[in-house]
């Protein structure tokens, strides 16, 4: 059993693996090994009277479904207007909302309040969106839902806690769950058309994205994991960073390529081949061709203009 507690400083995205780090409570119980490829499962305890804490977003579908115990719960976006629920054993949250948000509860039971904490991989659910709205996929958004009471879901969500005691857990069973998990998910709780929070994309996760993008310019251009660092599909994420930036996210990408070769070009004496290669063209002539459309000149003409 390990005892967690809220950091002093919490992020505001984290991994499916690295979310069962921050509820405060008992954590009893943790997925690990290659059987649970698709899925994250932890098991919590509260076992506190009252708790007030921070938890970052996450990009996957998440649920959480109580198990044992009844309380009053309140959550909200930061900053945003709290949303009270009374909760006991078969309530559930459901979310990919992709923010960061602020959890309270208050214990009304003896017993402590357990929470199963389930995460499932975007790959496998945009699978499971593609298959059940087809054409629509784009379109189509998991809404959130807080304290619903869904018995088809815990059927599911049940067999797999139990696998967390096996001694050793089946692959195939946990992903065949796993599946038949992100379909209900993409059969029941999905709405089609632009949801009310997507026609921006809030300026934490544009945050992220263009970070991570900055500090990793060598790397091939991937759309569907940029997306994904976002939490939303291709096509939404493609429309709502060119309406943040200006630019689609792949000229987004050759802009900061070409400002860093600027920079290195005026600053060092890394040859050009070397700083083609420092920000992602392993071929040179490309390089300067992208160099010459953007900067005007070649990059040996704009280094000797230092």
């Not at 991570?212 to 291709?234: K, V, Y």
Request: proline share 7%; glycine share 6%.
């Amino acid at each position: 059993m390990k005892t967690t507690a809220n950091p002093v400083a919490v992020p505001d995205l984290t991994s499916a693996e690295g979310l069962a780090a921050y509820p405060p409570g008992d954590l009893r119980q943790a997925s690990a090994g290659p059987a649970w490829g698709d899925v994250q499962l932890s098991v919590f305890a509260l076992t506190s009277t009252a708790e007030e804490f921070d938890m970052p977003a996450v990009s996957e579908p998440f649920i959480a479904w109580i198990v044992a115990g009844h309380g009053e719960t309140a959550e909200r976006e930061v900053g945003g207007q709290w949303l009270h629920s009374r909760i006991g054993p078969g309530a559930l949250f459901i979310t990919m909302s992709g923010v960061p948000y602020q959890f309270r509860w208050t214990r009304l039971s003896v017993e402590p309040i357990e929470v199963v904490l389930c995460l499932l991989s975007v790959p496998l659910f945009e699978r499971a969106v593609a298959e059940t709205h087809g054409d629509r996929a784009g379109d189509a958004h998991l809404r959130n839902a807080s304290a619903v009471h869904d018995p088809a879901l815990i059927a599911l969500l049940a067999p797999l806690r139990a696998e967390l005691d096996a001694p050793a857990p089946s692959a195939l069973l946990i992903a065949g769950l796993a599946q038949a998990l992100a379909v209900h998910l993409a059969r029941r709780y999905m709405d089609v058309g632009a949801a009310p929070d997507e026609t921006t994309l809030p300026a934490y996760k544009l945050r992220v994205v263009t970070d991570w993008m900055e500090q990793h310019l060598d790397q091939p251009f991937h759309l569907g994991a940029l997306a994904a660092m976002a939490g939303i599909s291709e096509f939404h994420f493609n429309r709502l960073f060119k309406r943040a930036t200006g630019l689609p996210p792949s000229q987004y990408q050759i802009k900061l390529r070409i400002d860093a070769a600027r920079q290195l070009l005026r600053e060092t004496d890394t040859s050009v081949v070397d700083v083609a290669n420092m920000v992602g063209y392993s071929n040179p002539s490309h390089f300067a061709q992208l160099f010459r459309k953007h900067a005007g000149m070649s990059p040996s003409d704009y280094r000797r203009q230092r």
